[in-house]
């Protein structure tokens, strides 16, 4: 089986930082484009930012400046680093990405979610 394990939510002040990660385990043979998208009360879920596995970005224009996505290949773990959180950040917090597995089935994953509050 694979899985996509999600870290690093929590609770931060307007202004603040936090730094997300999600990490791809099990029957991996490689991973391709990874992403985060953001679901808040009430809305769409929405891509955030994308990073191809040559490490090419990609960013919604209400996070550019402020959000940095990054991976390491050899941990086949994402990383969204958050700066200048604003209460409109608020949002589920969920990791995506196309693995191909060790029987070379390739299919897209999705983390569990992790919950990110910016209060102002």
């Known amino acids: 089986q694979v899985q996509l394990v999600e870290s690093g939510g929590g609770l931060v002040q307007a202004g603040g930082s936090l730094r997300l990660s999600c990490a791809a385990s099990?029957?991996?043979?490689?991973?391709?484009?990874m992403a985060w998208h953001r679901q808040a009360p009430g809305k769409q879920r929405e891509l955030v930012a994308s990073?191809?596995?040559?490490?090419?970005?990609n960013y919604a224009d209400s996070v550019k400046g402020r959000f940095t996505i990054s991976r390491d290949n050899a941990k086949n773990t994402v990383y969204l680093q958050m700066n200048s959180l604003k209460p409109e950040d608020t949002a589920v917090y969920y990791c995506?990405?196309?693995?191909?597995?060790?029987?070379?089935?390739?299919?897209?994953?999705w983390g569990q979610g992790t919950q990110v509050t910016v209060s102002s």
């Open positions: 990073i191809t596995s040559g490490g090419s970005t």
């Open positions: 995506n990405a196309e693995i191909i597995s060790n029987i070379l089935i390739r299919l897209p994953y």
């Open positions: 099990g029957k991996v043979f490689r991973v391709n484009d």
